[in-house]
């Protein structure tokens, strides 16, 4: 079973990625559980065509864990995905992490964390206890850094490597680096950018996704890209990423960037 999560700054197109990887990975008949650890649940919202499905954290809230079976909380979604959000507390009330611990504590009890892939979307703008859960608890094996060539999305992603790299040298934990994954903004020679911060961290580029309309036009239609537009360039750029993770078997200790080598990294490509 791959287990894999999805970090990156917040805003930076981790779910889009993540569902569209999910759907590519489900068209090969593989059994893919897909879980929301954001806030927002809104990480699998375009797998159920819209659907806001119930949170575990309002769930527990509302009836207990005790009562709550798989029913209650894993969602049949495109392709067969099997569709999980955390949610988060009341808006200034709590740690939003603790959706995320509450909700792997919850399917480990119901035998839910199964399948052939199971893909983590995972808020990575700051790397707490909550939140840094799937890799510190060996939930996740393989990261991906999904970045633009922006400073503050490569400041991000820099960070989740310190995360990754301080985990590491635990015993416990497994998780490693396996690449990262580009999503356009786009800028100036991002791609390039984004290959030499790969290679100064000790990783590689796994895939350039390109800005392209049709994902705006996709999830206006309330669907992942591979099925909107199945035909699409973009769409091929998502099997294609599908394809390279599914082969990967890059499981590395980063070494992160220190800010002033971050910034001048930037500069050399500005």
Not at 102 to 108: I, K, N, R, S
Not at 158 to 185: F, T
């Amino acid at each position: 079973m791959k287990q894999i999560a999805l970090y990156g700054k917040g805003g930076i197109g981790k779910s889009t990625t993540s569902v569209n990887l999910s759907a590519a990975l489900a068209e090969r008949d593989l059994d893919v559980l897909q879980i929301g650890c954001d806030p927002k649940r809104d990480s699998t919202r375009m797998l159920m065509h819209g659907q806001w499905i119930p949170t575990v954290l309002d769930l527990i809230r509302e009836r207990g864990d005790a009562s709550i079976g798989v029913d209650d909380v894993v969602f049949r979604g495109y392709h067969g995905i099997r569709c999980v959000e955390a949610g988060g507390p009341e808006p200034g009330v709590g740690c939003a992490g603790r959706g995320i611990i509450a909700t792997f504590q919850l399917l480990e009890r119901l035998g839910a964390l199964k399948g052939d892939v199971i893909v983590y979307d995972v808020l990575g703008d700051v790397v707490c206890g909550g939140f840094a859960m799937p890799m510190r608890e060996g939930y996740a094996r393989e990261v991906y850094l999904v970045t633009s060539g922006t400073l503050m999305s490569l400041y991000a992603a820099n960070n989740i490597c310190k995360a990754i790299a301080r985990l590491s040298a635990k015993a416990r934990s497994l998780c490693r680096l396996s690449g990262v994954i580009c999503n356009a903004a786009p800028i100036e020679r991002e791609e390039e950018l984004v290959t030499e911060f790969s290679r100064r961290i000790g990783s590689w580029m796994v895939s350039y996704i390109p800005r392209d309309r049709i994902v705006q036009l996709a999830e206006l239609h309330r669907m992942p890209v591979i099925e909107y537009a199945p035909d699409s360039e973009q769409a091929a750029r998502y099997r294609e990423l599908a394809d390279k993770i599914l082969r990967n078997t890059r499981m590395d200790i980063p070494v992160p960037l220190g800010m002033d080598e971050l910034e001048a990294l930037a500069l050399e490509f500005a």
